[in-house]
């Protein structure tokens, strides 16, 4: 293990939660690119020995965690108890969150046919979604957007790990087309045209 690799293992076991690569970059005194290196070095003799911690990269932050093989006795020795599971409601709220993220509320409502805000609040407590600013029309509604907590409870690095979608019907995609030019998401400062298969 180098110096570098071994600064890094140590930095992050103190953090003891997610930490921006610029800032380890920062902190390390070091380039991005050996950083980076580092971290796929740590990664890999982590796996190659199959040790009782991994290195885990969430966007553009990484983060040392116990392996997954191992968190019934980790969650026995510190006592915490498992988180609870999603409604298919919850869940089918969260999908179309990350799928089209920001959304508003009124934009998952009009998907779903039905009042989300206790649904919506309730992937809130959880950490799972978050604010991401308000739309610029009358009324100002708030945006949503996954967070971190969503990557880490779904086991992926960044969003673009997702599964694709199946392909909409070309009567369900002209539906959510007349959606999006109703305001719903298509004046979402920032948002991008959605594909069918996103």
């Known amino acids: ?45 982590y796996d190659f ?16 965690c116990s392996r997954p093989l191992y968190a019934d006795a980790a969650r026995r020795v510190t006592e915490s108890r498992r988180p609870p599971s999603l409604t298919p409601a919850a869940l089918e709220v969260l999908t179309i969150i990350a799928y089209r993220q920001p959304v508003t509320r009124a934009f998952i409502d009009q998907l779903r046919g039905v009042d989300s805000g206790g649904t919506v609040a309730g992937l809130s407590e959880k950490g799972l979604i978050e604010e991401a600013g308000r739309m610029d029309v009358p009324g100002r509604p708030i945006l949503y957007r996954t967070t971190e907590a969503f990557l880490r409870a779904f086991a992926i690095r960044s969003l673009d790990e997702l599964p694709e979608l199946p392909a909409l019907e070309e009567s369900e995609q002209m539906e959510l087309d007349l959606e999006g030019t109703n305001g719903q998401q298509s004046a979402a400062p920032g948002a991008a045209q959605q594909t069918e298969t996103e």
């Open 49 to 64: 020995e199959n040790r009782g911690i991994m290195l885990l990269r969430l966007e553009d932050k990484l983060q040392l």
């Open 1 to 45: 293990m180098t110096e570098l690799e071994a600064g890094l293992e140590a930095v992050l076991f103190a953090a003891g939660d997610a930490v921006p690569v610029d800032r380890l970059t920062a902190a390390l005194e070091t380039t991005r690119e050996a950083l980076l290196q580092a971290a796929g070095a740590l990664e890999n003799l």
